[in-house]
């Protein structure tokens, strides 16, 4: 079984920052791609950033690019999200993911193995 923890998440006013962190644990493949979704109330979950094993290639929605970074440790079993600029739109709660399987740009696209349960990012006027 594999378990992924989230922390980090909390309330930020806008324009504040951000670190949430992802911890993988358990029988976890032994390479995969990991990522982050989001789910605003009464919304969908919606992509918002993915990594490769190695972490030479990511992958980002629109929504965020250019304000949130995405980057894993060395040992590999931990994936960050670095949010900066932060804006009331971006309240959401954040899920960590795996796929094993697609690239960081088709992250999701064919089912995920593994979620988290979610950490919840407020982002106050």
């Known amino acids: 079984q594999v378990q992924l923890i989230e922390s980090g998440g909390g309330l930020v006013e806008a324009g504040g920052s951000l670190r949430l962190s992802c911890t993988a644990s358990?029988?976890?493949?032994?390479?995969?791609?990991m990522g982050w979704f989001r789910q605003a109330p009464g919304k969908e979950r919606d992509f918002v950033a993915a990594?490769?094993?190695?972490?030479?290639?990511?992958h980002y929605a629109d929504s965020v690019a250019g304000r949130f970074t995405i980057f894993r440790n060395s040992t590999k079993n931990v994936v960050n999200l670095q949010m900066n600029s932060l804006k009331q739109e971006d309240t959401a709660v954040y899920y960590c993911?795996?796929?094993?399987?697609?690239?960081?740009?088709?992250?999701?696209?064919?089912?995920?193995?593994?979620w988290g349960n979610g950490t919840l990012v407020t982002v106050s006027s």
């Open positions: 993911a795996i796929d094993p399987i697609a690239t960081p740009k088709a992250f999701g696209l064919y089912g995920v193995n593994y």
């Open positions: 358990g029988r976890t493949p032994s390479t995969y791609n």
């Open positions: 990594i490769n094993w190695s972490g030479s290639s990511t």
